[in-house]
């Protein structure tokens, strides 16, 4: 008995101190883990000529893969995703274009894919 009073109570208060700094630890390292949201969104068109309109873009909605922590991620307002492509560069008939993500006030949310990266926008002449 005297053994076990001895293993557990010797220098306790290092033993104490151990523990709640591995705890520290633990909570920085789970706190700062990146954590992966998935959403699919329909594709804005700005800048649009005003000679032209979109008949059709294919494929209508994108993946988008976001990476940050989870505190980040359950934060994130999925209305501040804006999805767009610039129809600056349009012309009559079919085009291909890059799809292009900004998302609104979080700088520390990372894009990591966006898929398919680039869309076909069918568009003609207003009548």
Do not use: C
């Amino acid at each position: 008995m005297k053994f076990l009073k001895n293993l557990i109570f010797h220098n306790f208060h290092l033993k104490l101190l151990s523990l709640i700094v591995a705890f520290l630890m633990w909570l920085n390292v789970t706190s700062q883990k990146q954590t992966h949201l998935e959403i699919y969104s329909y594709i804005d068109v700005i800048n649009l000529r005003e000679d032209l309109e979109i008949e059709a873009i294919e494929p209508e909605r994108v993946k988008i893969i976001l990476e940050s922590t989870a505190k980040n991620i359950q934060e994130l307002d999925i209305s501040k995703i804006h999805v767009f492509i610039d129809g600056s560069k349009l012309k009559e008939g079919e085009n291909k274009l890059p799809v292009k993500v900004a998302v609104e006030g979080l700088e520390h949310i990372k894009i990591i894919t966006i898929s398919p990266p680039e869309v076909i926008v069918y568009a003609r002449k207003k009548h």
